[in-house]
Structure formats: C-alpha cells, structure tokens
C-alpha cells in the first residue's frame, strides 16, 4: 500500500475512526505488513492442510454412510467451523497480497472476511459446547435431537449463526472502535461464562454414576462422557487465551500513553485466535481415529 493512501485514513490515535479504518491503517504499516504475512504463512501451514484433510474425511464418510443416516451434530459444526476457517485463510490472503501488490481493494475485502470469522468462530465453539452438555447432561433429551426435527433445529442455529456473522460486518464502519472492542470483550465474556458452566455440569455427571450403569455398558458410557468433558475443557481452554488477549486490548484502548501502540496491541492479540482455530479440526480427526498418537496412548491406559 502506497504511502499517499495509508496517510489518507484518520489518525489511530483519534477515538472517533471507525474499526474498518482502524485495521485498513494497520495492517498496511511495516509492522502490521510483517505480522500479517507471518499469520498467513502459519495459517497455511497448520489450519489449511487440516481443514483439507475434515473436508475429504467428511465427504468419505457421507460416501460411506447408509441412507437415511445423518452426521452428528458435532461433525456439521465442524464442518461449518471449516468453512469459517477457510474465509479467515481467504481474508489474509486479501490482506497480505493488499499490502504487497497495493491493490486497494483486497484490503477491504480481506477485512469482512476476517470479520466474519472473528464472530463465527466463537459461536461455532460454544454450539459444540452446548451439544456435548446436552449430549451427557440431557440424554434422553438428545436422543430426541437427533431426529429430523433435532436436525432442523441445529439448521436453523447455524443459520442464525451465519445470519450474526455477515451482520458483523456492519460493525467495522461504526465509529468509535473502542465500543466496538469493548461489545467484542463481553461477547467473548458471555460465550465463555456457557461453556464454563457446560464443563463442570458434565464433570458433575462423570462424578456421579448414573441410574443402571454397570459392566462394560457402564465403561463404555463413562468413556464417551469423558470425550465430552475433554472436548468442553479443550474449548474453554483456547478460548480463555482469546478471551484474555481482548480483554487486554480493550483495557489498553483508552490508556492515553498506549494510544501509539494500538495497532501493535491489535496486531499481537490476533494471534490469539490460531489454538482456537486448531481444535475442533483436530477433535475431528480424534473421532475418525486419526490422531494415531493420542488414540495409542489412550489404549495403553
């Protein structure tokens, strides 16, 4: 990006640019350049190849599944979280060949993109949360979900979800960007506060046996309680990180003596979101047996 066009944007330090503004600026000075190639090169690294190998795993196993049998709720928001995960690829790419070739439009787009998985990811996180609880919480409730109207009613959230993520878009051109970050750290805050309370209920539900648990039954239930409560603690854990990493840089917007470094707070904490990005790909790959390492490992106890 040229010098005449970064220095057309307002300033960082005025409080009334809007986010879009904000990023456009940032990621087109030397240090936003350097960190947005550095999130691309890892991105396409560690997420692609994985997001690669779920998508062929899916559709192998929609080739090898019976009529009349669906996915689990867990593996279609997977594969929605893939999807996000490929816009968020596709936004730095946008980004990183914006600041190289000083094409102004790729900018902008790269921007929305990035948007969008920004909001998705979290909810897409808390929806497996939320189904691994009523899994083992609420079983005879589930089993009712996994009817055709159970698999209406996770269509109709995902929807939702995607609905909310586009409409996120619409809070970059809004002034005052520290609202902005300060609404990001309380959704972040809410999300976290379901998914804590979904860890310890199922740890709560692992503690005490259930009615006729016994023998091998009651082995093989304890075991897929176990892969819930790991798969809502894994979750909690990276999204923690993300969690304290926003709330870091809300903290830090209207710090008068760290205006200067806004965009270097910004640029930090969007490395916040790659554990983030790795979990449920890999969770997936643990539920194919794929993961020959942890699935070794959990024979040999």
């Not at 640019?17 to 550095?38: D, E, M, R, V």
């Not at 998705?120 to 083992?136: I, N, S």
Request: glycine share 8%.
């Amino acid at each position: 990006m040229s010098a005449n066009s970064s220095s057309s944007f307002p300033s960082s330090n005025s409080s009334s640019i809007s986010l879009y503004h904000f990023l456009q600026k940032c990621y087109s000075g030397p240090a936003g350049t350097t960190n947005t190639i550095a999130i691309t090169v890892c991105s396409l690294l560690l997420v692609l190849p994985l997001c690669v190998y779920v998508v062929y795993l899916g559709l192998k196993q929609r080739h090898q599944r019976r009529s009349g049998t669906a996915a689990s709720h867990s593996d279609v928001f997977t594969y929605n979280m893939v999807a996000v995960e490929l816009m968020n690829i596709a936004g730095y790419l946008l980004c990183c060949g914006g600041v190289l070739t000083g094409v102004p439009v790729m900018v902008p787009m790269g921007i929305c993109l990035l948007s969008v998985y920004y909001f998705g990811q979290q909810l897409f996180h808390t929806l497996t949360c939320v189904e691994r609880y009523v899994a083992v919480v609420h079983p005879v409730a589930y089993l009712r979900l996994r009817s055709q109207k159970g698999a209406t009613a996770r269509d109709v959230s995902i929807g939702c979800v995607w609905l909310l993520c586009f409409a996120n878009i619409s809070c970059l051109y809004v002034a005052e960007n520290g609202t902005i970050l300060s609404y990001s750290v309380w959704a972040l805050v809410f999300l976290f506060i379901i998914i804590s309370f979904c860890s310890p209920s199922v740890l709560c539900v692992l503690i005490g046996p259930g009615p006729g648990a016994g023998g091998g039954g009651r082995q093989r239930v304890d075991r897929s309680k176990m892969r819930s409560f790991y798969t809502i603690a894994v979750i909690m854990a990276v999204l923690l990180v993300r969690v304290g990493a926003a709330a870091a840089i809300s903290a830090t917007y209207y710090q008068v003596r760290l205006r200067s470094s806004r965009c270097t707070l910004w640029l930090f904490t969007s490395w916040s979101s790659l554990p983030c990005s790795l979990v449920l790909p890999l969770l997936f790959l643990h539920r194919a047996g794929k993961l020959l390492l942890w699935n070794n490992s959990q024979r040999s106890h």
